[in-house]
Structures are given as C-alpha cells and as structure tokens.
C-alpha cells in the first residue's frame, strides 16, 4: 500500500454541544461553520451549515469521531466527506487547548479515515478513494494533511 498526498484540510467550529454522559460515553456535537482545502487535484471550501464532529469521549481521554461535512471545489462542484478516527485527549493537551494554544502532527494520537462522493464528473476519482488523514489543532481551528490509499 502507498501513499499519496491528497489535500490539506481545516474546519471552523462555532459551537460546541455538550449532550452529556450517555451509556456509551461522553457526547459532543462540533458545529462545522467553513474551513478550506487545498491539493494537487482539488481545492475549495467547507460549507456552512451541513457539516458537524459527532464525538464520543470513551475511556481514559480517547475519543471517538465521526464527521460529515460537504467540500464545495473552487469549480462549483459538491463533495459529500465522511471520516471516522481517534482522538486522544489528555490533562496536558487539553490545558493548551484552554490557552488557545494548539499541537503538531503527532503530538497526540489525531487519525481519521476517509471517504468521498459525489456525481461532478470532473471528481469521479474521488468516489473510488479511501485515505487517512492525522490532524492538528492550531488555535480555534482543526487541520488535516489527507493521503490517498494507492
């Protein structure tokens, strides 16, 4: 298996939903409000209004996700996103985020795995592509380095 670079990514987040302790964990619901992305073969941004983290803080800080969001191409064309990962939180970590400070690449266990769709003909590869993408926080947004599965 290869890897090859896909894009860089960043969300906006504007609301943070605490829904409470459930059976299953800790939930919270990050409204996605814009961000960009950015790659050799596709660049645009993040639409408003249909795109949120769906997060489960299990055990011990780790951190389930689930994110929907819809990528809008510099060229009008509507790509559905979907990525599930891990995330793990720690004392240290979250204190930085309390600074407004952020982290690197791999500072912390921050991975997800990629899918897309759409029905743009121009970005019909993009419906036969799985990648990975590890991530960051700097500042108040969230950013990903994406790489397709060869």
């Known amino acids: 298996m290869k890897l090859d670079y896909l894009m860089t990514f960043d969300s906006d987040v504007k609301e943070i939903q605490n829904v409470g302790t459930t059976p299953y964990g800790t939930r919270y619901i990050y409204q996605v409000t ?3 992305f950015e ?6 941004y993040v639409k408003d209004g249909v795109s949120a983290d769906w997060m489960m803080i299990v055990n011990d800080g ?7 969001k819809t990528f809008v191409t510099h060229d009008d064309a509507l790509i559905y996103v979907t ?8 004392e240290s970590l979250s204190e930085r985020l309390r600074k407004g400070l952020g982290y690197d690449y791999g500072e912390t266990l921050f991975q997800v795995q ?3 769709e759409t029905g743009h003909e121009k970005y019909q590869w993009l419906n036969r592509t799985m990648a990975v993408a590890e991530a960051r926080e700097t500042g ?3 950013e990903y380095r994406a790489f397709a599965l060869l």
């Not at 790659?39 to 645009?44: A, E, I, K, T």
């Not at 599930?84 to 939180?89: H, K, R």
């Open 114 to 116: 990629m899918q897309f």
């Open 39 to 44: 790659g050799p073969r596709l660049s645009g």
């Open 34 to 36: 814009g961000g960009q």
């Open 62 to 68: 780790l951190s389930k996700i689930d994110v929907r």
């Open 83 to 90: 990525y599930q990962g891990l995330y793990q939180f720690n």
């Open 140 to 142: 108040n947004k969230v």
